[in-house]
């Protein structure tokens, strides 16, 4: 015959406790590692973009934006590469002017035109890089009132729709 203290019993229920906060902590930190690696792009995008997939999911969520469309941008942009450089000197992976290299020759009324923008290294970090681009869309979809503006507005200077209509034709072709 055994017998029970109450000791026994409360040493039972702090095992159980402790047991249960251990297991209810595994599964908050699954969840954020989960999120971490949340993909919300097609599978149809090249590895290429689907490389970046976390990031634009995190970044591309959090303003309301697709995932999709920011991969078909990221595509038109830099192919996926996140050392980018374009002749005009556009930076990394969403190809954002930068306010030293070349873009520092560009003049405005005021001064040199993108004074206010991060450098070069600092736009050659993936993730720095497509959190400062999809802001900016974000701003632009916001003050244009459409994607499609949006997206002229963030383009190369003199190509009209050119541009907008490009990345939007690969976002209706690839998206989920």
Known sequence: MSLVTKEDTKSTDVKATE??????KATRTAIAAQKENQCDVSDKYPESIRQW?????KYANEKNISPDLIAALIWQESGGDKLSYSNSGAVGLMQIMSRDGIAATFMCANGPCFSSRPMIEELQDPEFNIRYGINMLAGLIERKGSIREALVAYGPMDVGYYYADKVLAIYEQYKK
């Open 19 to 24: 047991s249960t906060k251990a297991s209810k």
């Open 53 to 57: 997939c976390s990031l634009i999911t």
